[in-house]
């Protein structure tokens, strides 16, 4: 039984404690419904005020029978209560209502499909880049895990599939969603909700069987990435480049490490010269690549005078904090 269902079976119980004095005040007594219910509450809460009117034997006897199925009643309700906050019940539960607040203002984040090993990788990288995100996680034996990420992992129990659950988590006022839920056939259809709810948010999709990769970039994924390829490369790399994979773990594990991060250039530095705007100086980053809005190309160490155009964005190694003036620089020039 979930706590929930105990908790509104206590209440149940407490109700029909409530009903069957009223009821038997008023068959036994001839009792008003107002006083029978009055003369029915006082008695199971013990507050010891005097009776409505007159007792009869048998309204006696019925009111020792109150009092101890009331108090029985009660004991069990206090009993369940305390047990639940000792369990953590409780305080999950109202975990839960607050976390559900907090993604209820989640605009411009990014919805996670999936909590296996793989989705909190993911939840990892978002949390150490402080990038605002929700999880979406199917089986709830998996929530012990998501929660020893932190009191700032955000998630839901549900379906992904399901577009409520998307809804839930405010998928339509989401810049992206990840699905590396371990079928492609769940990552298909999550992908096509997602995009009915939100036209414009970037998808960025798991693929298990290399064959299902077309028909994921049909389907509309901005991208899709092979676990299995990638890993194949990184073998590959640790055999080739050992150092330059070291550097790049560095990067990614350690949270107060600099990331590989992308800034798009603002309409009041199209026109200027990459130069002006002395990031290094007043940024503390060096820009070694950018993607050319215009071919969609990517130039490698860019010179100083190259001019920027719309649609450019400008990739550098940067913390937080140099990333955010990075991107004031980039909109503000």
Not at 12 to 37: M, N, P
Not at 66 to 89: H, K, N, P, S
Not at 134 to 150: H, N, S
Not at 175 to 185: A, F, H, N, Q, V
């Amino acid at each position: 039984m979930t706590p929930r269902e105990r908790l509104l079976q206590i209440v149940i119980l407490l109700i029909g404690v409530i009903a069957f004095g009223t009821l038997g005040y008023q068959l036994i007594e001839a009792w008003s419904a107002f006083d029978a219910l009055y003369m029915t509450v006082i008695t199971v809460a013990s507050v010891g005020f005097m009776e409505v009117h007159p007792l009869s034997p048998a309204g006696r006897a019925f009111t020792m029978v109150l009092i101890v199925v009331g108090l029985g009643t009660v004991a069990y309700g206090l009993g369940t209560i305390t047990a639940f906050w000792v369990e953590g019940d409780l305080s999950h539960i109202w975990e839960k209502r607050l976390m559900e607040r907090r993604i209820a203002t989640l605009r411009g984040h990014v919805v996670v499909c999936g909590g296996g090993e793989t989705g909190r990788a993911i939840a990892r990288e978002l949390l150490a880049t402080r990038t605002p995100f929700v999880l979406i996680e199917l089986d709830p034996a998996e929530e012990g895990a998501l929660r020893k990420l932190g009191n700032d992992l955000l998630y839901l129990l549900g379906d992904a599939t399901d577009p409520d659950v998307l809804r839930a988590a405010h998928v339509e006022t989401a810049r992206g969603l990840i699905t590396c839920m371990p079928s492609d056939k769940d990552n298909l259809f999550t992908m096509l909700t997602a995009r009915e709810l939100n036209a414009g948010v970037r998808i960025v999709s798991r693929v298990g069987a290399e064959e299902s990769r077309p028909k994921l970039l049909r389907a509309g994924a901005d991208a899709v990435v092979s676990s299995k390829t990638i890993g194949a490369l990184r073998l590959a790399s640790e055999m080739l480049r050992p150092h330059v994979v070291s550097v790049l773990d560095a990067m990614l594990r350690e949270p107060s490490a600099v990331r590989v991060e992308e800034v798009p250039v603002g309409a009041a530095t199209i026109g200027r010269a990459l130069g002006e705007l002395r990031l290094q100086e007043r940024a503390g980053v060096i820009v070694f690549a950018m993607r050319a809005g215009a071919d969609r190309q990517h130039v490698f160490n860019p010179p100083p005078d190259r001019t920027l155009q719309a649609g450019d964005v400008l990739i550098a190694c940067a913390d937080h904090q140099q990333l955010e003036a990075m991107r004031r620089i980039a909109a503000e020039g």
